[in-house]
């Protein structure tokens, strides 16, 4: 294991029943860096996530994180107050759907304030403008932090959850799908978005998705799985543009040219 | 005073129930705001009329003990006649209306305006003891949220309430830390009285019947209510003084006394505005009876 990496992944296996859900899975993330893992539905990709993130355990295999101190954690075998205090702090999750993230009965500044708080922050004027710093850095309007997510539109909502995650400045962000379920605009929009973010504030991550569009955009390098197993991975151009195993030339060539 | 009814043990609770209640006193005593569940008995009044205060002071009193029952501060009322007489019939115990004869106090909703000494105890009646129960439906997530003393939901909560009204507007039930560590609901005495239990020297302890929890705070502990750094915590009281003795400093109840709009306001603690009449304080309504 390289010296340098933010979170290395080493044999990880993980089956549900007997359907194969990672099969001896490698993964390695250095500071910085977006990672894209692809793949079609039920290939894994979602648990691989789960499982590097610590929401799920794996069968075998063992996942190392590096803290800005230097000190190497096995995630998994992080204790449960420290693994939710990385999760709140360092880490940060962008789920598909951003309603399972946000808390829609609360305003959106209390939204992205409460990592804040969570964090120990007692003085409500700096909560607010940072709710507010937010909210511009993701282009919503200021006036709106006061208003409930539910009167927000899709795109808005998921713009939103990306406030409330990376308001801590965590190191390390996992998104599942981030645009999905988004109309075309938007996603472009918002792809715009969190490329800008991620590196201007260097935020490395790791990026779920099945469109590979949203991979060659985002991603410096690429993984591609098929039924659990890594079958490819590499440079997201190199993989892309010069596809070496069958799968990932099918996936590749599946795509319908606009 | 009635004499001691026969059949019953003393102070109603059988003995190998009052140890139970007693070992999670103790253990809510070693963790101040801990809320520590118990084998809460069906008693002779309804859910939510006092029937985990009335374990409580059945478990800590004993023969040469003085008591005092209040009810929302009044010691005329239904409630703390009824406890008060139950307690005099079943253990012969002293009771009493005046809060400084009172050795144990059992409470609903307020904290007498007397101060507390070393020697009392207070016991409150607590009908929901989760203080992030309206915040977080699952008791799972809660415990874990204590054991964690994750408490970041709660200030969440402040949060909505000063952006949406300019000001936190939880009246009563107010959350307080405890000892810098556990967030506890203080069962619903008005913010008003929050202060009260801050290094207070009197022992408190909290019995919930229905939801089957004890806790405590030890004399001479911190009890902070929560707030922001910009927006600290502040009592609010009604802006009168009692119409019967006068007092400016109390918790005042609003009296409606006709149908055409007629109010007046006075203590809510009866024992404190007798005391006051007796000393010769005149309230301005006392005044015009005259």
Not at chain 2, 18 to 25: C, D, G, H, S, V
Not at chain 2, 183 to 207: E, R, T, V, Y
Request: proline share 6%.
């Amino acid at each position: 294991m390289s010296d340098e990496t933010l979170l290395s992944a080493r044999g990880l296996t993980l089956s549900f029943g007997a359907i194969p859900a990672l099969v001896d899975v490698d993964a390695d993330l250095w500071p910085g860096e977006v990672l894209a893992v692809v793949g079609e539905s039920g290939s894994g990709k979602s648990t691989l996530l789960n499982v590097l993130s610590g929401r799920m355990a794996p069968q075998s295999g063992v996942v190392w994180y590096r803290d800005p101190a230097r000190h190497l954690h096995d995630v998994h075998a992080m204790p449960q107050p420290a693994l939710r205090a990385l999760h709140r702090s360092d880490w940060g999750f962008v789920h598909q759907n951003p309603r399972e993230n946000l808390r829609m009965g609360v305003s959106a500044g209390g939204n992205v304030g409460e990592r804040l708080m969570a964090h120990g922050s007692r003085h409500y004027g700096q909560i607010r403008e940072h709710a507010i710093d937010w909210l511009e850095q993701v282009e919503i309007d200021a006036r709106r932090v006061d208003d409930l997510p539910r009167t927000f539109s899709g795109g808005m909502l998921q713009r939103l959850q990306i406030a409330r995650t990376l308001v801590t400045h965590p190191r390390l962000v996992f998104m599942d799908e981030p645009t999905g379920g988004l109309d075309v605009s938007v996603q472009a929009r918002l792809l715009d978005l969190i490329r800008g973010l991620v590196r201007r504030l260097n935020i490395a991550a790791v990026l779920v998705t099945h469109d590979l569009a949203v991979a060659r955009l985002l991603a410096h390098r690429i993984m591609v799985m098929q039924r659990g197993r890594v079958v490819e991975s590499g440079l997201t151009d190199q993989v892309l543009d010069d596809p070496q195993h069958e799968y990932t030339q099918l996936l590749v060539s599946s795509v319908l040219q606009a | 005073m009635t004499s001691p009814a026969t059949g019953y043990n003393f102070a109603y609770l059988d003995e190998q129930t009052k140890r139970m209640i007693r070992r999670a006193l103790l253990k809510a005593v070693a963790i101040p705001g801990h809320q520590v569940p118990f084998g809460s008995r069906e008693m002779p009044l309804p859910y939510g009329w006092g029937t985990g205060g009335i374990q409580v002071t059945a478990a800590v009193l004993g023969q040469q003990d003085v008591l005092k029952v209040i009810d929302q501060g009044a010691d005329d009322t239904t409630n703390a006649v009824s406890i008060r007489r139950f307690f005099g019939r079943t253990a012969g115990v002293r009771t009493t209306t005046h809060t400084g004869e009172a050795t144990v106090i059992q409470t609903r909703h307020r904290i007498p305006e007397h101060a507390l000494r070393e020697d009392q105890i207070i016991v409150y009646q607590v009908p929901q003891p989760e203080p992030l129960s309206k915040l977080e439906s699952s008791r799972a997530e809660t415990r874990s949220m204590h054991g964690l003393a994750e408490y970041g939901l709660m200030h969440v909560k402040l949060y909505e309430d000063i952006t949406r009204y300019g000001h936190v507007s939880i009246s009563y039930d107010y959350p307080v830390m405890v000892n810098r560590r556990y967030l506890m609901a203080p069962s619903p005495i008005p913010a008003f009285d929050n202060p009260k239990m801050h290094m207070m020297p009197a022992l408190q302890l909290f019995g919930a019947g229905r939801e089957k929890r004890i806790y405590a705070v030890p004399p001479y502990t911190e009890v902070k209510s929560l707030d922001f750094d910009d927006h600290p915590f502040r009592t609010t009281r009604a802006p009168h003084c009692c119409a019967l003795c006068g007092a400016d400093d109390s918790y005042l109840d609003e009296v409606v006394t006709d149908d055409k709009g007629g109010r007046m306001f006075m203590c809510s603690d009866t024992d404190y505005c007798e005391t006051r009449r007796a000393q010769g304080h005149v309230g301005p309504e006392a005044m015009a009876a005259e």
